[in-house]
């Protein structure tokens, strides 16, 4: 008892030290082998360490009492740090010997949720909000709802429970996909940024907002929001849906022999160039122009203007031209200064 002392005291270096040598003992592990591991578990939930605990599980005793209080334990940890998997099996055999224990059911509810099986997770969660009236268990059962297809059933639970639930931002984001589902735009908005107000720094919510303004085909304000939540190097939701939001609002031209990229906004109007008389000025990587023929584009850097300032395409032969309408955007930025011409700028950024 020692050991849970000091587990109580917040001593858990002290515990670790007891039950090192309780593990020592084979006497002890023989006559309390579970109320040794459902301890042991106790102190790596409070330390949030899982160093050696598979071995220390291998040491339950079905025989002995305190068997299906140690595996709750340890299932109810399994779901706590999100290995809902494997804890599963675990809940599913005590309540075959405890059908009636709301705490394994709502952590089945959670496990089920976790992986998937919405209809599994709806039976228990009901069984537990109707037999405890918890509002904690609200938000559980409605995503559950939301997820197995009765969409009206979630929100009539959230919008009747509303008051009572905790307001960390994930009921307001649930409300707002509801929303969204049932084609509600505006009131999904809403939800949307009430969920914001009270998680600001949360992805899910910004990008949950983003889609509803790429619903409305509204892509500047969804650009605005993905643009500041892609990653560099990662291919997650934000980037994804950043490409998607990306390619409503702008066109984009390549390279064809060095993949050199260049955007614009497809609401941009071209302005005037003379190109012959600018072209010299643009950098190498600027764009030479368009083979009329293969219709591709080439940089600078990639096709050099012949004496005459005239750059040929190296498949074709065919001389560039200037006359696509986003040659001439993408040569205005790149240009500074020069009569007649807009000033050098980012052009995606006019935009935002």
């Known amino acids: 008892r020692l050991a849970e002392a000091y587990i109580g005291l917040g001593r858990f270096d002290d515990a670790e030290n007891i039950f090192n040598d309780i593990f020592a003992n084979k006497n002890l592990i023989e006559t309390h082998a ?21 071995n220390v599980i291998k040491l339950l005793n079905k ?18 740090r999100r290995y809902c998997e494997a804890a599963i099996p675990i809940l599913e055999e005590i309540l075959t010997v405890d059908k009636d224990n709301i705490e394994i059911r709502y952590n089945l509810g959670i496990a089920y949720d976790g992986v998937g099986e919405y209809f599994k997770a709806m039976d228990h969660l009901q069984n537990v909000y109707n037999e405890t009236d918890n509002p904690e ?16 059933d979630a929100l009539s639970l959230l919008m009747k429970n509303y008051d009572r639930i905790p307001q960390d931002g994930k009921a307001d984001n649930l409300m707002g996909n509801i929303h969204l589902s049932l084609g509600n735009v505006t009131d999904a908005q809403k939800y949307y940024y009430k969920a914001l107000d009270r998680d600001e720094e949360n ?6 907002l983003a889609e509803s303004f790429y619903k409305m085909k509204d892509y500047e304000n969804a650009y605005k929001i993905t643009s500041q939540l892609v990653k560099p190097g990662e291919l997650d939701r934000a980037k994804t849906m950043h490409i998607r939001v990306k390619d409503q609002l702008f066109e984009t031209l390549k390279c ?11 609401k941009e109007q071209a302005p005037h160039i003379n190109i012959k008389e600018v072209f010299n000025k643009l950098p190498p990587e600027a764009p030479a122009g368009l083979c009329p023929k293969c219709n591709t584009v080439y940089c600078k850097s990639c096709v050099p203007a012949d004496k005459n300032g005239d750059c040929f395409c190296p498949e074709c032969g065919s ?34």
């Open 34 to 54: 579970n109320l040794i591991v459902k301890d042991f578990i106790t102190l790596v939930s409070k330390r949030d360490q899982g160093q050696d605990l598979l």
């Open 63 to 80: 025989s002995q009492p305190g068997y299906y209080e140690a595996l709750s334990e340890y299932g109810k940890l399994l779901v706590d």
């Open 137 to 152: 268990v609200v938000y559980l059962l409605a995503h559950s709802m939301f997820y197995a297809k009765y969409i009206m």
């Open 203 to 208: 992805e899910e919510y910004a990008l949950n």
């Open 256 to 266: 064809a022999k060095c993949k050199r990229e260049w955007s614009f906004h497809k």
């Open 319 to 352: 001389k560039l031209a200037y006359d696509y309408p986003g040659l001439n955007i993408i040569a205005a930025s790149h240009l500074t200064e020069t009569e007649n011409i807009v000033p050098k700028r980012n052009i995606i950024e006019d935009f935002l």
